[in-house]
């Protein structure tokens, strides 16, 4: 785990306390938004109650988003192809392609609105996610190509919203993780179809992707599938450890450096 989540910062033989360190407003901002109390029962949603935001207003927020920004802005590159794929899981659940409609809306939803509050923030002096940050300081940066804005943008909203978006869904659904799983493996389905999109539309083509070019390097060091595999991990760690706030606004805080590292490299101008 030391691995996977570094501790930039911390002297050596030092013991994290969490939250009591100094933590990042902004990461404690995203922590308390999905953390349940210890008792869970008053804080369920009720389904009898008023609804909730719908796949319809995400995909609203996203066309303004996309009529807001130039064409080669690096995060409207990703909200292109992920506005796509939001659509069709739209479709999927009005088709009655999901076993339960309600737990696949309410992570489609959650999943979302993670990644448009870390680009779209309301209010808009708000931080955002340490995984979201270097998508947003390279976004105009003329020696980045778009398809390494699209690939910071899904590893980002993969690697770290996705998991978060599990534990919303589970707090607002007055669910465990594994009651959801059957609706994470179908959006991480199309998920995959997001990264096949990415590829066809903003790979150069055969003549340019030469095996010296350093973009056939980038492809290659990155999976959807993978990363995938790690958000589910993530998750049920993080729904595991919600008795244990300070160690798991910790937990979530290494997720998100990590990712963030990682996309940092994916932006190195070529």
Do not use: K
């Not at 398809?147 to 007055?174: E, K, M, P, Y």
């Not at 179908?186 to 055969?206: A, F, I, K, Y």
């Amino acid at each position: 785990m030391t691995g996977a989540f570094p501790r930039s910062g911390e002297a050596s033989g030092s013991r994290a306390r969490g939250p009591a360190r100094g933590c990042d407003p902004a990461l404690m901002l995203q922590w308390e938004q999905f953390t349940p109390p210890v008792e869970p029962g008053p804080e369920r949603t009720d389904p009898a109650g008023p609804p909730g935001p719908g796949v319809d207003d995400v995909l609203a927020r996203m066309h303004a988003l996309d009529a807001a920004l130039p064409a080669q802005d690096g995060v409207a590159v990703f909200n292109r192809v992920y506005l796509a794929v939001t659509q069709e899981v739209g479709r999927r659940i009005d088709r009655g392609r999901f076993p339960d409609p309600r737990a696949a809306v309410a992570l489609d939803v959650r999943f979302a609105q993670r990644y448009l509050d870390a680009v779209d923030p309301v209010p808009s002096d708000r931080r955002a996610p340490a995984c979201w940050r270097p998508l947003l300081q390279f976004r105009r940066h003329p020696g980045v190509r778009p398809l390494q804005f699209a690939l910071a943008g899904v590893n980002a909203h993969i690697g770290h919203d996705l998991a978060l978006a599990v534990v919303d869904a589970c707090r607002s659904l007055g669910c465990e993780p594994a009651e959801l799983e059957d609706e994470f493996d179908r959006v991480g389905d199309l998920l995959v179809s997001l990264e096949e999109r990415v590829r066809e539309e903003l790979m150069p083509g055969p003549d340019l992707l030469q095996i010296a070019d350093p973009l056939t390097h980038l492809l290659g060091s990155w999976s959807l599938e993978r990363a995938r595999d790690a958000t589910w991990t993530a998750a049920r760690a993080l729904w595991a450890l919600r008795r244990l706030p300070d160690v798991a606004q910790e937990f979530a805080e290494r997720l998100d450096t990590a990712v963030g590292f990682a996309g940092r490299m994916m932006l190195t101008p070529l």
